[in-house]
């Protein structure tokens, strides 16, 4: 036991591994690797004091959500690759639907999970311009050269992101708001009728004040979630009971899929697709009726309950592509630049057939895994993550 107090140390690495069984107080059984023995180690690393040995205590990362967070970048991946193909592709468009419907609000919601409300400070503010500003004005830099190039003059205009470049802005604005909106009774419900109401208004792109208004309800339910402890509670579920609640997280997807493909003309006529992306007002999309609000807001409702499903329904434990999900951020960054000139181009446009389509799913799966390699990472960090502007946040964790 001397030699174990020699030093304790709990991290990523040991958090489930069998020898982290010799380095606690003989709580559970030997090798035991659930979700449970998981947080009771962490909290055991938390509630522990130093005593006369060398002692260090780093936050553990929790698989759960590093999976998640591979699986949503993903998504995110498919759905633009998808997007060119789903006026000529039933299937695509079909798939493309299913995955809008909520891999934004799902990407938002792990945000906001993982984000704080406590008092701004000078390392959180210059967190947040560099995980986010920086990186958003030198990638919106790049995308005018590129874009230079074919509208001939140089053109740059950083209030208007480029493409995916949006999220940056509104995350951005998000981390910097949720203090001030931790203070507001009942803020879900706030974000909620801000969401709603703000589409009634011509609320345009400028620095992706629209979108930031839609998906903040997303923000400040991933916040409000873990403040809740929904995650600790889903971890310390029996596998037993977990493969039932399962079931119900496969049963709400197949139903979605089920109803986007039977009334998938419909959904065309009407222009569902432009409800989903949320970046302009109701009749700016051709929703023009009173109640248009109601469609947002129902959108938002089977958003909510794809994340349960997608949440239950993803890997507790670790797995291959776990270490994978803390490199979210530069795919999210590189992936539109693989896209972008496959896009132009019949791979990524018009009609496919089915084993196209398994091809183009294939293939941005192999992108994801590609860009979110660890010498990928290191690569493009003084991009993705330019620490050498402000040198003193290179300890902060994004």
């Not at 005593?51 to 260090?56: D, E, G, I, L, Q």
């Not at 009774?185 to 792109?205: E, H, R």
């Not at 979630?225 to 971890?235: F, P, Q, S």
């Not at 997608?310 to 951020?329: H, I, K």
Request: charge should be positive.
């Amino acid at each position: 036991m001397a030699q174990s107090q020699a030093k304790f140390t709990i991290d990523a690495g040991l958090q489930c591994d069998k020898s982290t069984r010799d380095h606690t107080d003989g709580y559970g059984k030997r090798g035991d690797t659930s979700p449970r023995w998981c947080i009771r180690l962490a909290h055991q690393a938390r509630l522990a004091k130093p005593r006369n040995y060398a002692y260090r205590v780093s936050s553990p990362r929790i698989p759960l959500w590093d999976n998640a967070r591979f699986l949503a970048i993903t998504l995110v991946v498919l759905g633009h690759a998808l997007t060119k193909t789903t006026a000529a592709t039933e299937s695509a468009y079909v798939l493309y639907t299913v995955i809008y419907l909520f891999h934004i609000p799902l990407f938002v919601f792990l945000s906001g999970y993982f984000s704080s409300a406590d008092a701004p400070t000078l390392k959180r503010l210059q967190s947040v311009l560099v995980d986010l500003l920086l990186p958003y004005l030198i990638f919106e830099t790049v995308w005018s050269f590129i874009q230079s190039v074919n509208a001939g003059e140089f053109l740059f205009n950083p209030l208007r992101a480029s493409w995916t470049l949006w999220f940056l802005l509104s995350l951005a604005a998000w981390r910097i708001l949720l203090p001030y909106i931790a203070l507001v009774p009942f803020p879900l419900v706030v974000s909620t009728a801000i969401a709603v109401l703000s589409g009634y208004w011509s609320v345009d792109q400028t620095l992706s004040l629209s979108r930031t208004l839609a998906f903040l309800p997303f923000f400040v339910l991933g916040w409000r979630a873990r403040n809740w402890g929904i995650g600790e509670w889903w971890l310390s579920r029996s596998e037993s009971t977990t493969a039932w609640i399962r079931v119900g997280g496969a049963a709400t997807f197949a139903v979605i899929l089920g109803a986007v493909a039977l009334n998938l003309e419909r959904l065309r006529q009407v222009g569902f697709r432009k409800l989903l992306t949320a970046d302009m007002s109701y009749v700016d999309a051709g929703f023009d009726q009173w109640f248009s609000g109601a469609g947002r807001f129902g959108v938002f409702v089977i958003a909510t309950l794809m994340i349960v499903a997608f949440v239950v329904l993803t890997p507790r434990r670790n797995t291959w592509f776990t270490a994978l999900g803390g490199a979210t951020m530069t795919v999210y960054l590189l992936h539109s630049f693989v896209l972008a000139p496959l896009r132009a181009t019949e791979i990524l446009s018009g009609a496919l057939s089915w084993w196209h389509l398994v091809l183009v799913v294939l293939g941005s799966i192999g992108l994801t895994i590609a860009l979110a390699q660890p010498f990928v990472t290191r690569l493009f960090a003084p991009l993705t993550r330019p620490t050498w502007v402000l040198p003193s946040t290179r300890a902060v964790q994004s």
